[in-house]
């Protein structure tokens, strides 16, 4: 069974700085897609960002980008200039591409609060 | 743009009661996962169905059963509640499958008294 770590509970950071959340994982499968999720206050999950394990580029949108590691099964999240607007609880998900399960898994989330 | 739709929002019931939840996904898509998040934990896979059917199915109790109807929305039974079941449901929705991205709803948070 696919697995997902999240290794850092919490997190703080100055407003306007740079933060990378963590996360590994665990397939024996080759195709897969990694999400990082959003889960502010208002508990509604809110998609930030995903990489496609076959494409070698990481993925960015916005001041948000990752650090995908294949051969490491590491898929960090870098939030650059970071806002009060981005505290919130942040999760990272494993999906596999075809076949087998659908489902997203979670790994346990990592809370974080920007500073003013 | 038209997004999932959860109803009802909140929802407050009894010991040994029953509820029921309901999913409406984005238009023209087929699949509907549920999840279950307890107070400060990550999102449980429940239950998904594609095409009407069932598809996969994780950590969903005896006393829960959901179904996927010919519009494509999906009910979230659950029958004789305990405390722990006090948790925010949510419902996701995709096109086909294996193409990755999921959309959230808002959630339909239960409280078991």
């Known amino acids: 069974a696919q697995t997902v770590t999240q290794s850092q509970p919490e997190m703080s950071v100055q407003e306007a700085e740079t933060v990378t959340l963590s996360c590994t994982y665990d397939t024996s499968e080759n195709n897969y897609y990694l999400f990082w999720y959003k889960q502010p206050p208002s508990r509604q999950m809110i998609l930030v960002i995903r990489q496609e394990a076959y494409k070698q580029q990481n993925a960015t949108e916005n001041r948000f980008s990752v650090n995908f590691q294949k051969a490491a099964k590491s898929f960090s999240l870098k939030i650059s200039d970071s806002q009060l607007g981005d505290t919130a609880m942040y999760f990272c998900?494993?999906?596999?591409?075809?076949?087998?399960?659908?489902?997203?898994?979670f790994g346990k989330g990592t809370k974080l609060t920007v500073n003013p | 743009a038209a997004g999932v739709i959860q109803s009802p929002r909140h929802l407050i019931k009894e010991k040994r009661e029953t509820a029921t939840l309901k999913c409406y996904p984005i238009p023209r898509h087929d699949t509907v996962y549920w999840y279950q998040q307890g107070p400060g934990q990550d999102p449980q896979f429940l239950i998904s169905f594609y095409e009407k059917m069932q598809s996969d199915k994780g950590s969903i109790p005896d006393r829960f059963s959901a179904q996927q109807f010919s519009d494509y929305h999906s009910e979230l039974n659950m029958s004789s509640l305990e405390l722990g079941d006090s948790a925010l449901y949510f419902c996701?929705?995709?096109?086909?499958?294996?193409?990755?991205?999921?959309?959230f709803g808002e959630g339909s948070r239960l409280t078991v008294l």
């Open positions: 996701a929705s995709s096109l086909g499958q294996g193409n990755g991205e999921l959309f």
């Open positions: 998900a494993f999906k596999e591409s075809q076949g087998g399960s659908e489902k997203l898994v």
